[in-house]
Structure formats: structure tokens, C-alpha cells
């Protein structure tokens, strides 16, 4: 009954449900260019970006950092109009309570055939570190993702994909990280077993 890590395993190697996030970017990093926002960090905007982008922006509530825009996506603060031409949201949408307005505000961040890439958890531990500092108010379906983001953005700029099984699923639970399995482990998607839910959102 007790996990082998809280921390998603962090202290042996990689998260779980990292290897599905950096998968996603990877798939996706042709969407990534120009003028980005990525929560908290850079890394992954400069990382799948590599030289289409023009400038790297990461957006963090206190505004601390190189680069740092003062923001906040629930309330539309330092949320700027047509503004960005990719936004990397990973691992965000859980820890904010009020998701129309998180919506909303990434709907208005992208200039116009700019796209944002959103991760969020499916089948997941409560990661303790945010939930003391902002709140734990969510895990996600694909049909959620349809819901929140499709009367903004229309059914054809919306395209959601979940990553995960049985197995990735229970060993992420237990904190087990990615070198305790095999990569054939990683290559199984079942959509019954959500670890991870990416989603692609364009905006016409």
C-alpha cells in the first residue's frame, strides 16, 4: 500500500509520464516556431523548436526568470492579444480550477495559424509539490479536452491523442520510473489507460 516513490520516481530516473510528453512535443515539434510561451521554462520550446523559433517567452505567475512574462492563464493576466505563434502548455491545465477561462486565454495568446500544444493527466498520482502551492482540481478525458477547447477553436482545429496502458498506468502509480521498463512497454497505446492526454489546438 505504500509507493515505491511520491515522486514519480524522479529519484531513480525519468517520469513516466515525461517519456510521453517529450513523445507528443516530438510529434509535434513542427508546430513549434516563431515567438514562443512555454509554462515555467523554456526548454522544451528551444529543445523541439530548435531554430524555427525566433524567441523563446516562458510564462510563470510571479514573473521570475529570463525571458519571464508576469501571466496567469485563469485570470487573463499579462495574457497578451494575438501575441505568440506556439504555446507549450505540459502538465498545467490540472492545477487551475477555472478551465473556460484558461481557455479562453490561450485562444486569445495565438495569433492567427498559431498553434498550442497542451498536456494534461489522465490515470495519475496527485503531484503534491503544485497541489500545496496552487490547487488540485483535475484529471482529464479526451472528451474533455473536445469539449473545453473545440466552441473555441471549431472540431477541425482540435486534435486530441491519449498515451498509455495498463502496464505504464499501474507502474507510474506505483512510482516506478522509465528505466525500470522496457521500451516495448512505451509503444502500446490504449485508449482505456490514459497516463497522458496531448492535445493540438490551431488557430484559424
Same mark, same amino acid.
Given at each position: @500500500?505504500?509507493?515505491a !516513490?511520491?515522486?514519480?520516481? @524522479?529519484?531513480?530516473?525519468k517520469? #513516466?509520464?515525461? %517519456?510521453y510528453?517529450?513523445?507528443?512535443? +516530438?510529434?509535434?515539434?513542427?508546430?513549434?516556431?516563431?515567438?514562443t510561451?512555454?509554462?515555467?521554462?523554456t526548454?522544451?520550446s528551444?529543445?523541439?523548436?530548435?531554430?524555427?523559433? !525566433?524567441?523563446?517567452?516562458?510564462?510563470?505567475?510571479?514573473?521570475?526568470?529570463?525571458?519571464?512574462?508576469k501571466?496567469?492563464l485563469? @485570470?487573463?493576466e499579462g &495574457?497578451?492579444?494575438?501575441? %505568440?505563434?506556439?504555446?507549450?502548455?505540459?502538465?498545467?491545465?490540472?492545477?487551475?480550477?477555472?478551465?473556460k477561462? $484558461?481557455?479562453?486565454? #490561450? %485562444?486569445?495568446?495565438?495569433?492567427?495559424?498559431?498553434?498550442a500544444?497542451?498536456? $494534461?493527466?489522465?490515470? !495519475?498520482?496527485?503531484?503534491?509539490? +503544485?497541489?500545496?502551492?496552487?490547487? !488540485?482540481?483535475?484529471s482529464?478525458?479526451?472528451d474533455?479536452?473536445?469539449?473545453?477547447?473545440?466552441?473555441?477553436f471549431?472540431?477541425?482545429?482540435?486534435?486530441v491523442?491519449?498515451?498509455?496502458?495498463?502496464? @505504464?498506468? &499501474?507502474?507510474?502509480?506505483?512510482?516506478?520510473?522509465?528505466?525500470?521498463?522496457?521500451?516495448? +512497454?512505451f509503444? $502500446?497505446? +490504449?485508449?482505456?489507460?490514459?497516463?497522458? &492526454?496531448?492535445?493540438?489546438?490551431?488557430k484559424?
Amino acid at each position: @500500500t505504500v509507493p515505491a !516513490s511520491r515522486e514519480f520516481g @524522479t529519484e531513480r530516473g525519468k517520469p #513516466i509520464d515525461r %517519456y510521453y510528453i517529450e513523445q507528443f512535443l +516530438d510529434d509535434n515539434r513542427l508546430n513549434i516556431h516563431g515567438e514562443t510561451l512555454e509554462i515555467a521554462e523554456t526548454t522544451y520550446s528551444l529543445k523541439y523548436g530548435e531554430n524555427r523559433v !525566433s524567441h523563446a517567452y516562458m510564462l510563470h505567475v510571479e514573473g521570475w526568470g529570463k525571458d519571464a512574462i508576469k501571466g496567469n492563464l485563469e @485570470t487573463g493576466e499579462g &495574457i497578451e492579444e494575438s501575441r %505568440y505563434d506556439t504555446l507549450i502548455i505540459t502538465q498545467t491545465l490540472m492545477f487551475t480550477y477555472d478551465l473556460k477561462n $484558461v481557455a479562453e486565454s #490561450i %485562444y486569445k495568446a495565438l495569433r492567427s495559424g498559431g498553434a498550442a500544444l497542451i498536456t $494534461v493527466a489522465g490515470i !495519475s498520482q496527485i503531484a503534491r509539490h +503544485d497541489a500545496d502551492r496552487w490547487g !488540485s482540481y483535475y484529471s482529464f478525458h479526451k472528451d474533455a479536452l473536445h469539449k473545453l477547447f473545440e466552441p473555441l477553436f471549431g472540431c477541425g482545429n482540435v486534435s486530441v491523442k491519449s498515451y498509455g496502458n495498463v502496464k @505504464t498506468a &499501474i507502474a507510474m502509480l506505483y512510482g516506478l520510473c522509465c528505466e525500470d521498463l522496457a521500451e516495448s +512497454d512505451f509503444a $502500446v497505446y +490504449d485508449e482505456d489507460y490514459p497516463v497522458l &492526454i496531448g492535445a493540438v489546438l490551431r488557430k484559424a
